[in-house]
DNA sequence: GAGTGGCTATACATTTTTGTATGAATAAAG
DNA sequence: CTTTATTCATACAAAAATGTATAGCCACTC
């Protein structure tokens, strides 16, 4: 039954999978490209299954190679955390920390308490990821995340900091050429910044508005809130932003503000087996602090 | 940042953590005690800092090797998924699954609907892994998982299989010699044999009854419910036992019915990545259909 | 107190793995 | 059509990892 596949193998899988080709992946792991070959010919071998089609141009997955794919990020994942982990055991305060959130947050916000944090406790090297993906925790993609909802998982340790309010906003030059909506009804007619997909988020705001929400509603389509924002600061049009953040630019204007109103939860929460470790408590811990002043 | 630490590493470092010692560890993976050793050796000197302690009897894991403990054997969890995942790619229904559910169930309920498959399937490699962590499916430990709950994740595809009762049993012997209950207060007199935690579930049943339920009101404790079930059936007292299965021993005596009964919901879960395999589909469907046939 | 069985650590030969260099093939760009 | 830059596959040499054998240590047992 026991194979004996060697862990090496997966490693260098993940990085063809990754890479798209024997060399490129080469590259990525820091091997050559006959290495990395004979690895991707003795995990075929063992397993007994075609895992790529060799092209001229790199090699393509097969299905079989896809429904690798997901295990062996996985593997990737607890290997970093591992290299995390073991940097930072001692009592003193140090060690790598990986923090993951939004991109707006991670942006926007972040930039200056990580500067703090920096500052305060130089043996603490931080790592920020920028991603939605709610896995992100328990699958050690990252040490403590923030995020817009309680997490579920009894496993993390979670602080809420309080609501993120979220406003409509739009620059003066737009306002001028454009006019300023006074109903919520009057939206309709605006250039809008919205969501290329509907997530459960923009689904939430839709209910507040007295119009249909569809994805053509939106004249200029991103996912990216930091992309978002900075439309709304080129005039492209009207879009949502959250209040604190908009209200550091002087030239943006809260629109609707009587009429509309989004409030979003804010947490920040860790796996608990990190509480033993200094490092970790003490990013947590400052991330609190430091996101408690910008929330009201 | 990249230290670039071979997976093989962490894979010899499980080893050495599982059995206690560089020559057990060589044994059990198939290599040799300077091979290990030498691959301890190496993960200290990447990782720069001192995993065990080297001991004529063996090695003494440090802090920091427990704290990698867990990440390595998730590791070593999905290596054997992946395993698993390759092994059962075809339109065919072949391949390895693996189920995990409780002792007694595992034990005196599922033989009978694993032969049955491994009869109309021969093709599908069953598994059985006894365990009642609830991290299992999610960490890849098994594919399908039998539990006494509905299951919060979303991953997971889950059904419902219905009530499996509980009721208190005794064997006709032990009946003869120390009397029969007549009401659950009586209980409180009676050898008691019951469990060696007070988990949740013992914990709902304590509130049923009309005394307290303490440690020490158990006379025989034991953490396997299978365990228990051989100490009812050898007349050691009167304890707790599922109904279907205590009423097929004939000397079992069903005690206190009326007065106590407690019923426990069962499902059958697969992780929704499964779907596509046609090995996996299958044995959660006879799961479904066999479990169905023993809960009422 | 000699013997036995467990362990780690080290020296050395061997095997295995890896890297270098090269060839062949394809695709895009001049 | 040629050049250039990719890619993968193969041959051979170099390097690295492994296995064998052995020594030393400790705890038990007889």
Same mark, same amino acid.
């Given at each position: ?17 990754? @890479? ?53 990020? @996985? ?171 908009? @209200? ?49």
């Amino acid at each position: 039954m026991n194979k004996d596949i060697g862990w090496e193998l997966y490693r260098s899988f993940l990085g063809v999978m990754q @890479e798209g080709s024997l060399s490129a992946a080469a590259r990525a792991l820091g091997s050559t490209q006959p290495t990395i070959g004979r690895h991707i010919a003795e995990l075929e071998r063992v397993l007994n299954i075609t895992l790529f089609i060799r092209t001229q141009g790199g090699l393509t997955p097969t299905d079989a190679a896809n429904a690798l794919l997901l295990p062996a990020s @996985e593997m990737a994942n607890i290997a970093a955390a591992m290299e995390r982990v073991t940097s930072r055991h001692g009592d003193d305060i140090q060690g790598t920390v990986r923090v993951t959130t939004s991109d707006v947050i991670g942006i926007e916000i972040l930039p200056t308490i990580f500067a703090d944090i920096a500052e305060r406790f130089p043996n603490i090297h931080l790592e920020l990821a920028l991603s939605d993906k709610v896995q992100d925790l328990l699958s050690r993609e990252a040490d403590i995340a923030i995020r817009m909802f309680r997490p579920k998982q009894t496993q993390l340790i979670a602080r809420r900091i309080g609501n993120i309010g979220v406003g409509f906003f739009a620059h003066t030059c737009y306002l001028t050429k454009h006019g300023t909506p006074s109903t919520l009804a009057d939206l309709e007619a605006h250039r809008l910044i919205g969501f290329d997909r509907l997530t459960d988020y923009i689904r939430s705001v839709a209910k507040k508005l007295p119009f249909p929400l569809e994805k053509d509603s939106f004249v200029l389509r991103t996912d990216s809130n930091v992309a978002q924002l900075a439309l709304i600061r080129a005039g492209a049009g009207i879009g949502l932003c959250q209040i604190g953040l908009a @209200e550091r630019d002087k030239s943006l204007v809260r629109l609707l503000a009587e009429d509309f109103c989004f409030e979003m939860d804010t947490w920040v929460t860790m796996h608990e087996d990190l509480r033993k470790s200094p490092a970790c408590k003490t990013v947590f811990r400052e991330l609190v602090a430091g996101l408690q002043g910008y929330v009201y």
